[in-house]
């Protein structure tokens, strides 16, 4: 069983349009993380819950949503999106939040607007 | 701005050989990890060492942290061409945030 899966896997789309990206966790984690990695690999934390609550939200656009219906999912919605969206959206989970827990990565979004 | 940069930014290596990393950071740190990104994949997690220890082994793997200089590295021992990877280290300052480095591409050639 797959740890941390996101769908959809690629996502093309035209600029303007609204998309989102969804992630699941079966691991029991109670902590999940949203990642942006652009061109250049670096890889950028965007957002992060706790037990369903917003701990950490980077200075992100507001055209970027999180969403998290319960523990084990945090989807991410994106309104009008532009050029520079394009990059691979990391979800990630821990058991808990803090810097001593390991991270467990999903397998990437990769988001090409045109 | 970012809290950790490797050092090199890509690495090309023969098989057997041992490959070193670097990672720098800016401020103080509770403990540092590093992960290992395979090409098209999501990042793994490989070691921790905490901010009172100075070396960590784990398998071929061996890391160490001088707290005094901001800096860690992570030395693979008798390399493999399945090492090819990005290695990241990460940083965690106490804000319940991890911070990533820039990253280093190793690449093994067998």
């Known amino acids: 069983d797959t740890a941390v899966s996101q769908t959809p896997k690629y996502l093309v789309t035209q600029m303007g349009n609204d998309k989102s990206i969804k992630c699941e966790q079966n691991l029991g984690h109670d902590t999940m993380y949203w990642y942006k990695q652009d061109s250049k690999k670096f890889l950028k934390i965007m957002f992060s819950y706790n037990n369903k609550e917003l701990i950490i939200n980077e200075t992100v656009p507001n055209r970027f949503s999180p969403k998290s219906p319960d523990k084990a999912h945090l989807n991410l919605h994106i309104n009008s999106l532009e050029l520079g969206d394009s990059a691979v959206y990391f979800c990630?989970?821990?058991?808990?939040?803090?810097?001593?827990?390991?991270?467990?990565f999903g397998p990437g979004t990769r988001l090409l607007v045109l | 701005s970012q809290q950790g940069e490797e050092d090199p930014q890509a690495l090309s290596i023969q098989e057997g050989e041992n490959a070193t990393m670097n990672c720098s950071y800016k401020t103080s740190i509770n403990n540092l990890q590093w992960y290992r990104q395979n090409s098209g994949r999501g990042l793994v997690h490989l070691i921790l060492i905490r901010s009172n220890e100075r070396e960590k082994h784990s398998g071929r793997l061996r890391v160490t942290l001088d707290t005094s200089k901001k800096s860690s590295s992570l030395l693979i021992t008798a390399s493999r061409a399945a090492d090819t990877a990005s290695y990241f280290c990460a940083t965690d300052p106490g804000y319940q945030k991890v911070t990533f480095g820039t990253g280093t591409k190793l690449q093994v050639i067998p």
């Open positions: 990630a989970s821990s058991l808990s939040a803090g810097g001593l827990e390991t991270q467990y």
